[in-house]
């Protein structure tokens, strides 16, 4: 469902004919490249979130790896909201000396593995 959405984004912003946009994660502050596109609800919409942003892969796991759906949809449902939170604030911090087409694979916070 994600490439769905993400193909559907990615189309509206960027017509066949024109030079590709640079989009900036909300999140780290860097350009995504159309590789590491994702789509974020930021309410999930299992909460009825509808409004979605491009975000870097890499910074879309690390969200969910950290916030269950009701935390985003009561809380976190704005970038600057989630770029606050002490542990996005570490990660951000760890993936600004990264290349922008970097991604490797996210850890669930262990908060969120006892809480099922």
Known sequence: MIGKIRQKLISQVIPAMQKPVEIICPICDRSIPPSQRDAHHLIPKSKG????????????????????????????????????????????????????????????SSRLKSSK
């Not at 979130?49 to 949809?73: P, S």
């Not at 809380?75 to 909201?81: C, D, L």
């Not at 951000?92 to 669930?108: G, N």
């Open 49 to 108: 979130g509808k409004t979605t942003e491009y975000l870097h892969r890499i910074c879309h796991k690390q969200i969910h790896a950290l916030f269950t759906e009701v935390e985003l949809a009561q809380q976190y449902h704005h970038a600057q909201m989630l770029r606050d939170h002490p542990e996005m604030k570490k990660f951000i911090q760890w993936v600004a000396s990264k290349p922008d087409s970097f991604y490797e694979k996210t850890r669930k």
